[in-house]
C-alpha cells in the first residue's frame, strides 16, 4: 500500500496545448520560462504564434526569457472560476522583462490586496505545478 | 464634407421583445423571432420584404431558417456587444452595393436563463490557453484589468468612476421598462458599498444579466421616405478590431479599436463630438464609458473622471450629473447596461435607445431638442468596436 497521500484532482481550467503552443508547455513542465522570437525581426513575442505577429516570418525559434517583469496591471477577484479555492486571488498582467505582456496569477505572501500590489512592481516566475502534465507560469513580487 | 454613403440608409423599423429580464420561457431562438416580427411590425413590413439578414447570437442561417425565408445578402460578424452596431454599417454598405434592399438585424440572448446558449471558447484556444488557466471568471474579470493601469496613468479614482453607475440610474428612474426602474437612486458611495466583485469592480460597477432581444429593420434613404415610420438617417459608421485576449491590448489606457471607428464615424458624418446631442455609450460596466467619451473626443485624454464627477445638487437634494437628466451630455438614456438591461451583447439595445430618443418615443427620459446620437460599443474588454451615428433630420 503507498503511503502517499493521493493529491485531490485539479478542478481549474486547463489548457490543451497545440502544434505552435506545445513547446511552451513543455518548458514549463520543465519549470522554464520560454519565448517564441523571431529570426527575422529580432523580436519575441507572447503568447506563442505559428509566425511572428510583427513580421508575419515563419523563421522562429525558443529562448529562455528572464523570467522576471513588471505588473503593468492587475484585478482581486472574489468571484472566483471553478478550481479556484482560495478567494480573493489576484490576476494581473505582466510587462515581461523581453517585453511582451502575460496573463497569470499575481501570488503574495498573504492576501492580496492594493497596499501589497502596486502598479510596476517587480516581479519573478514561478510554476505551479498543478497536475502531472501542466504547470502554470505564475508570478510573486520580489522580495524588497 | 461626408462619406460616399453618409445618409444613404435609413433605420425604417425598430423594437425589442415584448419583455426584457429574466424570460425562462423563451428561447435563444425565440427571442429572435419576437424581436424581428416587433421591429417589422414597427416598419409596415413583411418578413418577405426582407432579403438581408444580420444576426450572430443565432447565425444568419440559422435564423433565416426559424424565419422561413431565404435571403440574398447575409453576415453573421460576431465579435461581442457592438456587432450590432457594425452590422448597421454593413447593412448601410450591402443596400449601398445593391447586394440587399431590406436589411433584418436582428439580437436575441438567453443571458440570464442560459436556454440555448453556447459556451465561450475551448481550452485549446488561446483564450483558453492563456486566459482561463490564470482563474478569469466571466467579463467582470477581464473588463476590469485596464482600469487600475488607467487609473495610475491619468491619476483617475474608484470615485470618479462611481459616478457613472449612479448617473446611469437617474434615467433607469424615469424609464419604466429598466429592470432597475424601482431601484432607487444611488448615490458613487453606494456603488463602493455594493459587495465587491472583482476589484476595483464592486456589484454596482457591473452591468444586468438578463434574458431579450431586438432587432432594426434598415433600408435605403430612398424607400425610407415612404415608410410607415419617420426615418432615423445613417450619418455615419465606423468599426475596429484590435485584439482578443484583453492581455493582448496594445495600451491599457486607450482603446484602440474604438480611435479607428469613431474616426472612421465622424469623418463620414462630417461632425465632431460637439455636433452630438446624445451619447449611448456601452456601459457593460461602470469603467468602459470613461474610455469611450476619451477616445471619441468627447473629453480630452485622462480627463473623464473630473468630468463625470462634476456634478450639482439639484433644489430637492438629489445629484444632478453631467451625463444624467439635467446634465450637459445626456448619455445612456434608458438606464444603460447597468440599470436597463444587459443580455450579454448589449449594443442593439444602445441602438434602439437612440432611436426611440430620436423619434421623441422616449417619454419622461426624452431628451429635448434632439437631432443627432452617437452610439458606440466594445465588443470583449475593447477588443473591438463599432459606432453609428444618427440623425431625426
Known sequence: MSMESAKPAYRGALPKPTPETQPFWDAAKAHTLVLPWCRDCGRPHFYPRSLCPHCLS???????ASGKGTLYSYVINHKPAKGFDTVPYAIGVVALAEGPRMLSNIVTAGEPTPDNLRIDMNLDVFFDDVT???SLPKFRPVAS | M???LSRTAAIVGAAETDRIGRLPDMSRMAL????ARNALEDAGLSIRDVDGVFSCVAGPNELSEYLGIVPRYIDGTGVGGCSYIIFLRHAVAAIAAGYCDVALIVHGESGRSWIDMEAPGTPASPAGQFEAPFGTAGAATTYSLPVLRYFHEYGATKRQMSHVPASTREWALLNPRAIMHDGGHITPQDVEASPIICYPFNRL???LVADGGGALVVTSAERARDMRRKPIHVLGTGEGAAHRQVAMMRDFTTSDATIVSGR???AEAGLSPSDIDHLMLYDAFSFTPMLFLEDLGFVPKGEAGPFLADTRKAADGNLIY????????PMNTNGGGLSYCHTGRYGMFALLEAVAQLRGDAGARQVANLTTSLVHGPGRQFAAAG???????
Open chain 2, 387 to 393: 459606432t453609428a451615428i444618427l440623425s431625426n433630420d
Open chain 2, 322 to 329: 453631467p451625463t444624467g437628466p439635467g446634465g450637459v451630455l
Open chain 1, 132 to 134: 502531472d502534465t501542466i
Open chain 2, 2 to 4: 461626408t462619406g460616399a
Open chain 2, 32 to 35: 429572435h423571432a419576437e424581436a
Open chain 2, 264 to 266: 472612421a464615424a465622424f
Open chain 2, 205 to 207: 460597477d457591473c452591468c
Open chain 1, 58 to 64: 515563419r523563421s522562429l525559434e525558443w529562448r529562455q
